[in-house]
């Protein structure tokens, strides 16, 4: 998959994307927005493991945010099964150095209009940590539309936390 945008592409990872993963996703101010599963620290071992696994998966649903050829972040969605079928979960990261320039905006409105074309999506969303001001406004920005506030509905660092529930429904 390859998408070319202006401030960036989206593509599938390759193999020899593990060096730059490894460097960029070794941050701990990535890790505190993501889930846990994310890992940090982020080993070498963490990106071949990572970069082996999608390879095996049914649907390619994780990619790549390349800048000059270099992969500099990801992106991707969860589809769900059975009623929640029309439904995806989006996430994303980006490498500290690149923040602020409209990159994951971008990505984000490429990704999600991929994600409603590709699998006949009629609803795509997010839940970021409520202290997460940069992800929301990335999303507004995207045309995602806030939901709700699940409060207390999860616990990262140790800290209890709201997550902001941010919806994008098909046209
Ligand atoms: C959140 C993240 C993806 C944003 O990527 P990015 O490419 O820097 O985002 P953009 O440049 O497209 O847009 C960022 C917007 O947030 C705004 N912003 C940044 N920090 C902010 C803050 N502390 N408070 C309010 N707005 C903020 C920027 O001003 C910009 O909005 P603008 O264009 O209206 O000025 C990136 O910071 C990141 O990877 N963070 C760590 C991982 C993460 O949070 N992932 C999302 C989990 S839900």
């Known amino acids: 998959m390859q998408l070319t945008l202006t401030r960036c592409e ?10 730059a993963l490894a460097r960029y996703a070794n941050n701990r101010n990535i890790w505190i927005n993501l889930r846990d599963a994310f ?19 049914a649907a390619e ?11 500099v972040g990801g992106i991707g969605f969860v589809l769900h ?30 990704v999600t209009a ?7 999506l009629t609803r795509v969303y997010a839940v970021p940590f409520a202290w997460n001001a940069a992800s929301c406004r990335v999303l507004e920005k995207a045309g995602y539309v806030i939901e709700g506030r699940l409060r ?10 709201d997550q902001l529930q941010y919806a994008y429904i098909a046209p």
């Open 10 to 19: 989206v593509r599938s990872w390759r193999a020899t994307d593990a060096d």
């Open 39 to 57: 890992p940090h620290p982020y080993s070498k071992r963490d990106a071949h493991e990572f970069l082996k696994s999608i390879t095996t998966r």
């Open 61 to 71: 649903t994780l990619f790549a945010i390349a800048v000059e050829g270099e992969a």
């Open 81 to 110: 099964p059975d009623v929640e079928r029309v439904s995806a979960e989006i996430g994303y990261w980006l490498a500290e150095p690149f923040w602020g320039r409209g990159i994951v905006s971008e990505a984000l409105a490429a």
């Open 114 to 120: 991929y994600a409603i074309r590709t699998h006949g």
């Open 152 to 161: 207390k509905s999860a616990i990262k660092d140790g800290k209890l936390t």
